[in-house]
């Protein structure tokens, strides 16, 4: 289990990657800051864009991992506010699911692609806890108090559609997710070269 980086022109892609569903264990945390904390820092990244592989952007949390002493050592907390605070653009590119730790790390970016066959959501409520690395406050400054409470408190799984309708992502694709990232980082760049 790893985060791995790759370049596209100048765009680091980072893919989150942890069969079956990506879960947010306690070594892909670890894996997720060094890539992200090094892509961050070498100028030749103009851009980042974070991915899953096997179809999945993330579930989560590793639930296998409740109860064990490692869950805190590197927390999505620190990580999120590092991708927030990212002075690059930062693009997540959503399939599959993207739900819990894994939506509060998408929302943590500073745009989101999904495919549109992608779900979102913060399910912690059916496991009898609450979204904890962000999700119930960058939730509702994107989509408001009212259907970010709805989303919070029904844990359910909004489809990409929805998604888009309601604020949670800013485009929705019908294939090739993260070339489709890459390509809005590469606009939001010139957009931000034309300004200057
Ligand atoms: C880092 C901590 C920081 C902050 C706190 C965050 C908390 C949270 O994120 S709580 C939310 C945790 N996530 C969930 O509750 C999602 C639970 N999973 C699902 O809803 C579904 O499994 C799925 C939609 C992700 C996939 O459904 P489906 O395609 O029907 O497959 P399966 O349900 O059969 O699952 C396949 C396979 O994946 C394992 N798995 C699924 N989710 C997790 C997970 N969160 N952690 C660890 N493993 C997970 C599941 O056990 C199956 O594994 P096996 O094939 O080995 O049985």
């Not at 962000?134 to 994107?142: I, V």
């Not at 409470?149 to 359910?156: A, F, P, Q, T």
């Not at 980082?185 to 300004?195: D, I, M, Q, S, T």
């Amino acid at each position: 289990m790893a985060a791995t980086r790759r370049l596209s022109h100048s765009v680091a892609v980072i893919t989150i990657n942890h069969p079956p569903v990506n879960a947010l264990s306690h070594s892909l945390r670890r894996s997720i800051a060094k890539e992200f904390g090094d892509a961050s820092k070498d100028s030749s990244i103009e851009a980042i864009v974070l991915c899953g592989a096997n179809g999945n952007f993330c579930a989560g949390a590793d639930i296998k991992e409740f109860g064990s002493s490692t869950l805190d050592s590197v927390s999505l907390n620190n990580i999120n506010d590092a991708v927030e605070r990212c002075q690059k653009p930062v693009v997540a590119a959503i399939e599959g699911v993207a739900l819990g730790g894994g939506l509060e790390l998408a929302l943590s970016c500073h745009y989101r692609v999904a495919n549109v066959q992608a779900r979102v959501g913060l399910p912690e409520v059916l496991i009898g806890i609450l979204p904890a690395a962000g999700g119930t406050q960058r939730l509702p400054r994107l989509i408001g108090i009212p259907a970010a409470l709805d989303m919070i408190v029904r844990g359910r799984h909004v489809p990409a559609t929805e998604a888009l309708q309601l604020g949670v992502v800013d485009e929705v694709v019908k294939a090739n997710t993260i070339d489709a990232a890459i390509q809005l980082a590469r606009k939001v760049l010139g957009e931000k070269y034309n300004h200057h």
